[in-house]
């Protein structure tokens, strides 16, 4: 095992006690160092099922897990135990399973989607009369959002209010976590925030939970948001074996709650903690690794550290001027289309970062003028899909009736006759009540409630659920998945709905795919239930694995500098070098402390993307609104090749009210 670690990876896989901290730069071999950990451990008389190692996407855990069960060799694959190898969420659902009544939820609580999360939202925003275009609901639940991943709840956010938007929020959040409490249901961010209020308000539960593991490892340490943090030190405290890995110079995701300081002071939470460097970069040339360490130095509050090349030379990184965007893509789409043309180089080879969601359209427009395959990463979720959304609301209510959005969704899905005056009538029923529309629907049609022909309609629903519910008690998942495609008859409804036979065959795809997905859940997991598997579905459905298998196609990866972290390829562009662009405009005009260095971070993560041979791209002048206006260079173009001084006047001379802030 040692020949296969440099000294730094081998003395933070030998520390195994006490507080760690591992400082993983870019291309540095963490994943390598945290498997290596695990199994270290175990070989040294750790109980597999003693270890918590904690991960933000499902596909890391999967391979960490892989990884650590390959070094152990055959021994490994023969233990009974496992180490518990989980996403921060995974983590938290089996914890709320198991303790979520203290906090008045039902135990068979529902994860809500982003559906629902909206449907509820415009359901709080109606309660309190605040018109749509005062507050729409998406705008709602971003800024409740952000109050759940700092920790904030109802009673906090009204005083923390500054605008009228957050104040309008602020009054809906309170009756949207009640409604949501009330129909059981709990949204993702629910699901850390909650488990942090039961370790704060239940120490004998956090005492409990904690007492399951003798070390835990915590992966990419620098996204923790608020409510992680606190759940780390809850499960650590006792032991104070915590290994933590990260990298502060990669921390790119403030904007949804992560907190770079808790990277930047783990050695004051742990007064007595190890810090290891991982500086060797196996990725990158020696002159790609040049111009993110110059770049990154000039964030002042960071730990230190610097990327040493394992691969020296390489080609200089170029600086590329355009005239405007439309050439800016033309260029760099027909330079990719040349070099393909040499051998042994696919299209897979190569990747475009932009900073915004609008920078992608001149070069999707001019990919597909030459007929270039391309794949525009982070669309669509899987879960979003309408099919799959039906399907799954179906399973839903049949592991609980009580669950109102899927219900709502599928009570006239495919159409038999419940119409939308029904509904309606149904809901208003159970809300006079104080009830659920499912408990009302058995006497719906006695009390004169519903027209007849509905009442006929409303039984056959209520027999169906009832069929699907006892046959979910016999049949494995994967049959139960079929059964209720056949007994709902959804086929055929694909077939009336999407006359396009392409449409159709994609959307028939879709269902088979849930079918696989409860064959792969219930072969991989010991004791499979239908709870389980909706969870697993739910976590997957926020998860951000999608990238990886859209990347598995020969094609060009068009993306964003977040969608691109922990991602590398032989060619990287970065375009839009511009003011206001990369920095992003609202951090070079935020009042905010560290605003720029975050967007520093974003583009040195882009730069370390880059294996071979990176390319920066600005354009002189680019549309706004429709008219051609001027631009300044990146000031981090200018930071990287050495002319800081250039760059800081020019920003000044682009933002002249910033300049008059700062001399204050």
Not at 555 to 562: C, N, V
Request: charged share 30%; net charge positive; hydrophobic share 35%.
């Amino acid at each position: 095992m040692s020949d296969q670690l440099n000294p730094p990876q081998r003395e933070a896989v030998r520390t195994l006690r006490g507080p760690m901290l591992v400082l993983a730069g870019a291309g540095t071999g963490k994943t390598r160092v945290v498997t290596h950990r695990i199994a270290e451990l175990i070989r040294n008389g750790t109980s597999p099922e003693r270890i918590l190692a904690v991960t933000f996407t499902r596909k890391a855990s999967g391979e960490m897990l892989e990884r650590a069960t390959k070094l152990l060799g055959t021994k490994g694959k023969k233990r009974k135990s496992r180490p518990l190898i989980s996403t921060f969420h995974s983590l938290c659902v089996k914890i709320l399973r198991r303790h979520i009544a203290q906090l008045g939820y039902p135990g068979r609580f529902t994860i809500c989607d982003r559906g629902d999360q909206e449907a509820e939202a415009r359901s709080a925003l109606r309660e309190i009369r605040c018109p749509n275009e005062s507050l729409r609901p998406g705008d709602m639940l971003a800024i409740v959002g952000g109050w759940k991943t700092r920790s904030i709840d109802p009673g906090r956010a009204a005083s923390l209010a500054e605008t009228d938007k957050e104040h309008l929020a602020a009054a809906a959040y309170r009756r949207y976590q009640n409604n949501l409490k009330t129909k059981g249901m709990v949204d993702f961010d629910d699901l850390l925030l909650l488990t942090q209020q039961l370790f704060a308000k239940f120490p004998k539960i956090r005492r409990e939970e904690a007492q399951r593991f003798d070390h835990v490892l915590i992966d990419e340490y620098q996204d923790t948001n608020q409510s992680q943090y606190q759940i780390i030190r809850g499960l650590a405290m006792g032991h104070r074996n915590l290994c933590v890995v990260g990298d502060d110079d990669q921390s790119i995701y403030g904007w949804r709650g992560a907190e770079v300081e808790h990277i930047l002071r783990f050695e004051k939470d742990w007064p007595d903690a190890k810090v290891v460097r991982l500086e060797n970069n196996y990725r990158s040339t020696a002159a790609i690794l040049g111009y993110a360490n110059t770049l990154i130095a000039f964030n002042a509050v960071r730990h230190e550290k610097v990327l040493r090349p394992a691969r020296s030379g390489g080609q200089k990184p170029r600086v590329l001027q355009m005239q405007d965007e439309t050439v800016e893509a033309q260029k760099i789409v027909a330079e990719i289309g040349h070099v393909l043309k040499q051998p042994g180089i696919a299209a897979r080879d190569f990747a475009i970062l932009c900073r915004t969601n609008e920078q992608p359209r001149a070069f999707e427009t001019e990919l597909r003028r030459v007929n270039l395959p391309y794949i525009l990463v982070g669309g669509m979720s899987f879960f979003d899909r309408k099919e799959v959304r039906d399907l799954l609301a179906y399973l839903k209510i049949i592991e609980n009736p009580h669950d109102e959005p899927a219900l709502l969704r599928i009570i006239n899905t495919p159409p038999r006759s419940i119409g939308n005056a029904t509904v309606k009538q149904l809901v208003d029923s159970a809300t006079s009540r104080g009830g659920h529309v499912w408990d009302v629907l058995p006497s719906a049609g006695s009390n004169g409630l519903i027209s007849p022909a509905a009442t006929i309609a409303v039984e056959k629903f209520c027999e169906l659920i009832g069929s699907l519910s006892v046959a979910a008690k016999e049949l494995p998942l994967a049959d139960l998945v079929r059964l209720v495609l056949k007994k709902t008859d959804y086929r055929r409804e694909l077939e009336r709905a999407y006359p396009d036979p392409n449409d159709r065959d994609a959307r028939h795809a879709s269902l088979e795919e849930i079918v696989n997905a409860a064959a792969n859940y219930e072969e991989h997991t010991e004791d499979p239930t239908l709870t389980g598997f909706l969870d697993d579905v739910a976590l997957g459905n926020r998860d951000t694995d999608d990238k990886e298998d859209q990347l598995r196609s020969n094609a060009i990866a068009l993306m964003t500098y977040h969608s691109a972290k922990g991602l590398e390829f032989p060619y990287v562009y970065m375009a839009g070098m511009e003011e206001g662009i990369l920095p992003h405009r609202r951090s070079v005009d935020s009042e905010e402390a560290g605003a720029i260095d975050e967007e520093r971070r974003l583009c040195y993560v882009g730069v370390t993307r880059a294996q071979d041979q990176l390319t920066l791209s600005f354009a002189l002048t680019r549309r706004k609104w429709g008219k051609s206006r001027d631009t300044v260079p990146s000031r981090f173009l200018y930071e990287m090749t050495g002319q800081a001084e250039n760059g800081k006047r020019r920003a000044e001379e682009r933002n002249p009210k910033k300049k008059r802030r700062a001399t204050r």
